[in-house]
């Protein structure tokens, strides 16, 4: 009996923890598109400037990379590969991940598979919601990853930002912070049109890093339904050939 009480009482917890857990309940929609090269060429260049300096992609490599972005050797050595000196090695971090833990209070997780986890909107509205938070480690908190241990490292691209919140109280008489708004402090070496850009072509790399086949996908169903359509008009010429003498 107990037992199945304590079972009720944890049934009945953890909807309830994760709706209060659940940030601000914000979602802003990822504009990213993995058929668009240039971006996804940008978005390398900014996971490996801006993240791979903590966190890996254990199971990407630069030359795939490379090949699959249409990226020379020559460009991939000199823009791209900090953390590894032969091609076809991994997207690996620059910091120890002891190092890493011991700063952060816990290790950066590897991004390889991110966007297949969280989901690419989720990925946005993470880079989009960083603000100032004074009583955090790091002076920084998130709207998608409250209390995350993530420092924003985009700062300086986007300026400062601070959240508004509202109190609000529901039918139950219990009081929730709301967010508002952002309110811009300081501004960024970036306009808020370029820092989109830098995010949703960072975004759209993390997505191609999830699933890297599915660029050959989309480029084999443009060619399979190429196929098909000459096919059918073929088809088409041979009916009319056919039934021309039927009627
Ligand atoms: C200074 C080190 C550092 C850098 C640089 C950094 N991160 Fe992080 N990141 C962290 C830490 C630490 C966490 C763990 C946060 C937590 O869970 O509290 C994290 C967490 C994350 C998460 C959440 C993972 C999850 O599912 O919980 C994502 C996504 C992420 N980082 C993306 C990025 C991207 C994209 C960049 C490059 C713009 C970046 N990070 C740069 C340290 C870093």
Same mark, same amino acid.
């Given at each position: 009996? #107990? ?6 009482? *944890? ?24 058929? #668009? ?25 630069? #030359? $795939? ?20 000196? !032969? ?54 908190? #998130? ?17 400062? !930002? ?52 599915? *660029?050959?996908?989309?480029? *084999?169903? %443009? $060619?399979? %339904? ?22």
């Amino acid at each position: 009996m #107990n037992r199945f009480i304590g079972f009720l009482a *944890l049934a009945l917890f953890i909807p309830a923890a994760f709706a209060a857990g659940g940030g601000s309940g914000i979602v802003m929609e990822s504009h990213n598109d993995v058929g #668009n090269i240039a971006s996804l060429q940008r978005g390398a260049r900014n996971f490996v400037n801006y993240c791979l300096g903590c966190h890996s992609a254990k199971f990407v490599r630069y #030359n $795939r990379v490379a090949r699959d972005l249409g990226i020379s050797e020559e460009d991939l050595a000199k823009y791209l590969m900090w953390t590894a000196e !032969k091609p076809h090695e991994t997207m690996d971090v620059a910091m120890p991940a002891d190092d890493a833990a011991r700063w952060f209070g816990r290790t950066p997780p590897d991004l390889s598979l991110i966007a297949r986890s969280r989901g690419v909107d989720w990925l946005y509205t993470y880079l989009m919601t960083f603000y100032v938070d004074e009583s955090a480690v790091f002076g920084a908190n #998130n709207l998608m990853l409250p209390g995350a241990s993530m420092p924003n490292v985009l700062w300086e691209l986007e300026g400062r !930002k601070e959240a508004v919140f509202e109190e609000t109280v529901d039918d139950e008489g219990n009081s929730h912070e709301e967010f508002v708004e952002f309110r811009q402090l300081t501004e960024g070496s970036l306009s808020p049109e370029e820092f989109d850009q830098f995010a949703t072509d960072l975004v759209n790399f993390l997505d191609y890093m999830g699933e890297p086949m599915q *660029l050959k996908r989309q480029s *084999l169903g %443009i $060619r399979v %339904i190429a196929y098909l359509l000459v096919f059918f008009l073929l088809a088409l010429a041979l009916k009319k050939e056919f039934w021309k003498d039927v009627h």
